[in-house]
C-alpha cells in the first residue's frame, strides 16, 4: 500500500468487490471487499471452520460467490477463467499427486497442464529437500514429504498469483522456514500472494488481513 | 514476472498428458481394470452353460447377452471415472488449470475408454466363439462394440461429473446414463443379430458411428459444466 488514497490501476492486480457467500443458513463472510498490488500478501486468518478455504476457494474461482465480484487484472475472473488460470498456482488442502505414481510421474503429467519454468528440475528439488525420493511413489513418503513435493509445484510453475491453504501444515521448522522463505522472494520479486493459515507469519513484506469470524 | 523463459504447453500436451497419467495408474493398479473385464467375461459366458449347447438357441441370443455385459461392465467402471482425482484434488488442479476443461474432459474419457472398453472389445471375439458366431459376425460385433462403449465413456462422462460429490451416486448414475444408453444397445444388438442371419447391417453400424461422433463433439462440453457445477 505504497499509496493509499491515490487509485494505481495498472499496479493493481487482484481485487475483491463487496463478496458475501452464505453455506446453508450460515454467512461466512458478507461486504467484504480487499485490492491487492504487486508485491504484496493478502493473509486470511480465522479459527476452524470460519470459511477460510471457502474464501479462499472463491477468489481461486471454484466457487462462484452469492454477492460481489473478483477481479484480476481489472477484469472479472469469471470472464477470462483461462488467463486467469495461466497466471495463478494453486495450493490446497488435498495436494493434487496420484499415490500411485511416482514423484517423478506425477510431475511430468504437471507439465502438459501448466506453463513450467524453462529451468531444470533438479536445484528445485535440492532446494524442496526432495531430490532423494523422486522414484518413490507419491503414497509412501511421509506427510510433511509430500507437502514438499507440492512445493515444487510453486516453483515450477511461473505464476504471479500465488494461493495456498495451510501452507504450514505437516510440515517441519525446517520447511515451516522454507515456505516463509519462499513467499518472500515470490512478493520480494513482485508476485502476489493469498494465504490462508492460522500460523503466524513473520515475512517482511506489505501484508493485508482479512480476519474471518 | 518472467514469463519468457516458459514454455506453454499445446492443447495436444494437455490431452496426452492427462490419458497417459490415466493408463499409467491403471497399468500400476490393475484390479481398477480387470474388475469389470471379468465381470464381462463371467456373465456373457456363463449363458451359453446355461442355455445349454443348442447352436441355433445361442445364435440367437450371443449378441444380446454380449451386449448387455458389455454395457452394464462399462456402467460399473463409470463411477471411479472423476472419483480418484476428486478425492486427491487432481480434479481441482485440472478444473484450475489454463488448458480448456472440455479437452481435459475429452481426454478423461479417452483414457476411460483405453482402460475399460478397448479391453472388453479385445476379448469380445473369445465370448463370441462360446456363441457359435460366424467370423463376419465377430466383425460386426467388434466394430458395433468399439463405437458403442466408446460412446458411452464419453456420455457417462456427465453423469459421473454430476454424481461426484454423492455418497452413493453409482445407482443415480446408472439411471442417469441409461436412457442415453439405451439406442446404443438397441442398435448394436439390432446390428449384430442382422449380421448373424446374413442381412446387410450397415445402417446400423452407420448409427452408432454418427451418435459416437455426436458423444464426442458434445459430451465433453456437458462433462466440463457438470465437473464446474459438482465441484463447488
Not at chain 1, 20 to 41: H, M, P, T
Not at chain 1, 59 to 76: E, F, K, N, S, Y
Not at chain 2, 179 to 202: E, K, N
Request: net charge neutral; proline share 5%; with cysteine.
Amino acid at each position: 500500500m505504497s499509496s493509499p488514497g491515490k487509485s494505481c490501476i495498472p499496479a493493481q492486480r487482484l481485487a475483491g468487490r463487496d463478496l458475501g457467500l452464505i453455506r446453508g443458513e450460515r454467512v461466512l463472510f458478507r461486504d467484504l471487499n480487499f485490492d491487492l498490488a504487486a508485491g504484496q500478501l493478502l493473509l486470511i486468518e480465522g479459527p476452524n471452520g470460519s470459511g477460510k478455504t471457502s474464501l479462499l476457494r472463491v477468489i481461486v474461482g471454484l466457487v462462484q460467490p452469492q454477492d460481489g465480484t473478483i477481479t484480476w487484472r481489472g477484469a472479472d475472473i469469471a470472464k477470462q477463467r483461462q488467463a486467469y488460470h495461466d497466471e495463478l498456482v494453486w495450493l490446497g488442502h488435498r495436494l493434487g499427486f496420484k499415490g500411485d505414481l511416482t514423484v517423478a510421474e506425477n510431475l511430468r503429467a504437471e507439465a502438459g497442464l501448466r506453463r513450467m519454468s524453462a529451468a531444470p528440475d533438479l536445484p528445485v528439488f535440492e532446494q524442496l529437500g526432495i531430490a532423494a525420493l523422486t522414484g518413490l511413489p507419491f503414497r509412501v513418503l511421509s506427510a510433511g514429504q509430500q507437502r514438499r513435493v507440492a512445493l515444487a509445484r510453486l516453483l515450477r510453475v511461473k505464476a504471479v498469483l500465488w494461493l495456498m491453504d495451510e501452507p504450514f501444515t505437516n510440515l517441519d521448522a525446517g520447511g515451516q522456514a522454507l515456505v516463509t522463505k519462499l513467499l518472500q522472494a515470490h512478493l520480494a520479486g513482485g508476485g502476489t500472494a493469498v494465504v490462508a493459515t492460522h500460523h503466524e507469519l513473520n515475512i517482511d513484506a506489505s501484508v493485508q488481513r482479512i480476519r474471518l469470524i | 514476472m518472467n514469463a519468457g523463459n516458459s514454455t506453454a504447453p499445446s492443447l495436444f500436451d494437455g490431452l496426452s498428458a492427462i490419458v497417459r497419467r490415466d493408463v499409467l495408474l491403471a497399468w500400476k493398479r490393475p484390479g481398477d481394470v480387470l474388475n469389470p473385464l471379468f465381470f464381462f467375461v463371467i456373465v456373457s459366458s456363463l449363458f451359453p452353460l446355461a442355455i445349454g449347447p443348442d447352436a441355433e438357441q445361442l445364435r440367437l441370443l450371443g449378441p444380446g447377452v454380449v451386449w448387455v455385459a458389455a454395457l452394464l461392465a462399462t456402467l460399473l467402471s463409470l463411477n471411479s471415472l472423476f472419483l480418484g482425482d476428486f478425492e486427491d484434488g487432481s480434479l481441482e488442479q485440472l478444473l484450475l488449470s489454463p488448458q480448456p476443461l472440455p479437452l481435459l474432459a475429452l481426454a478423461k474419457s479417452m483414457a476411460h475408454w483405453l482402460i475399460g472398453g478397448l479391453p472388453l472389445v479385445v476379448v469380445a471375439p473369445l465370448i463370441a466363439i462360446s456363441f457359435q458366431m460366424s467370423v463376419d459376425t465377430i466383425g460386426a460385433m467388434l466394430l458395433t462394440l468399439s463405437l458403442g462403449t466408446l460412446s458411452l465413456s464419453l456420455l457417462g462422462a456427465i453423469g459421473a461429473a454430476l454424481t461426484i460429490g454423492l455418497n452413493r451416486g453409482n445407482a443415480l448414475l446408472s439411471l442417469l446414463i441409461l436412457p442415453l444408453a439405451v439406442p446404443i444397445l438397441i442398435f448394436g444388438t439390432r446390428t449384430v443379430s442382422l449380421a448373424a442371419t446374413g442381412d446387410a447391417y450397415s445402417a446400423g453400424a452407420y448409427f452408432l458411428g454418427a451418435y459416437c461422433m455426436l458423444a464426442v463433439t458434445l459430451a465433453p462440453f456437458a462433462t466440463a459444466v457438470a465437473l464446474r457445477i459438482s465441484n463447488e
